[in-house]
C-alpha cells in the first residue's frame, strides 16, 4: 500500500525535477540499472538525514552544504538551507529514527536520463513519519547530495482486529455485525513551502 502526502515540509530540488515494502519483488533488470547496494542505499540516506538532523539542532547548514554535490552547492547558501528548513528546526522535531529503523522504500530505487539516483520513501518513526525523497548526483566518484526533500505526516495506526470468541461446536447463532476500527487520514503541515 502506499501512503502519499501531498505537502511536504520542506523542499530542496536542483535540475531536476526509490524499492516497494517487498525489495525481493525486484525484478533483476531493475536492480542491475541502480548502481548501488543496499548497504550503501541506507548509508546514504541515514547519514544524509542524520547530516540534517544536526544542522537544524545547531542551526548551521554548512556541513551538509559543504558534503552536498557541487550544482547543489552553487544553488544553496548555507542561510538559503537555514531558511528551507526552518519549520522542521523550529518544531524540534528530531530525525534520529533515521539511525534506528530501516527506511521503507515507496519507490525502487533507480537512475534518471541524467544518471541521478533517486531514493523515495519513508523511516516508520510514531506517532510522525520521517518521508524523504533524495537525488543524489555521482561527483568525483562518489554519491553527493543534489537534492532533498523531507516530510514529517502523522503516521497510519494499523487497523485494530476485533477478537472474535473461539468457536464452539454448538448450534448456530443469529448473525452479529462485525466491528472494525478504520484507519485515520494521514495528516500533512499547511504550512509546507513551495517548490523553488
Keep these: 500500500m502506499r501512503m502519499i502526502t501531498r505537502a511536504l515540509i520542506a523542499i530542496v ?8 515494502n517487498a525489495v525481493a519483488q525486484q525484478d533483476t533488470a531493475n536492480a542491475a540499472l541502480v548502481p548501488v547496494k543496499l548497504e550503501q542505499a541506507l548509508y546514504l540516506i541515514r547519514s544524509t538525514l542524520l547530516t540534517l538532523n544536526d544542522a537544524n539542532r545547531t542551526g548551521n547548514y554548512t556541513v551538509l552544504r559543504d558534503l552536498a554535490a557541487p550544482d547543489f552547492q552553487l544553488r544553496n547558501t548555507a542561510a538559503d538551507l537555514g531558511q528551507i528548513f526552518a519549520d ?3 518544531r524540534n522535531f528530531d530525525l534520529y529514527g533515521a539511525a534506528l529503523l530501516a527506511p521503507q522504500f515507496t519507490k525502487a530505487p533507480a537512475l534518471d ?19 524523504f525523497d533524495l537525488v543524489f548526483q555521482n561527483a568525483a566518484e562518489r554519491w553527493r547530495l543534489f537534492g532533498i526533500a523531507v516530510a514529517t505526516p502523522d503516521a497510519l495506526q494499523p487497523q485494530a482486529r476485533v477478537e472474535q470468541p473461539a468457536a464452539k461446536e454448538t ?26
Design 13 to 20: 530540488v536542483l535540475l531536476s525535477g526509490a524499492v516497494n
Design 88 to 90: 522542521l528546526r523550529h
Design 113 to 131: 536520463k541524467n544518471g541521478m539516483l533517486h531514493f523515495s520513501g519513508f523511516i516508520p518513526t510514531q506517532p510522525q513519519q520521517i518521508r
Design 171 to 196: 448450534p448456530p447463532k443469529p448473525k452479529q455485525k462485525r466491528l472494525s476500527a478504520k484507519t485515520p487520514p494521514a495528516k500533512s503541515d499547511p504550512q509546507a513551502p513551495a517548490t523553488p
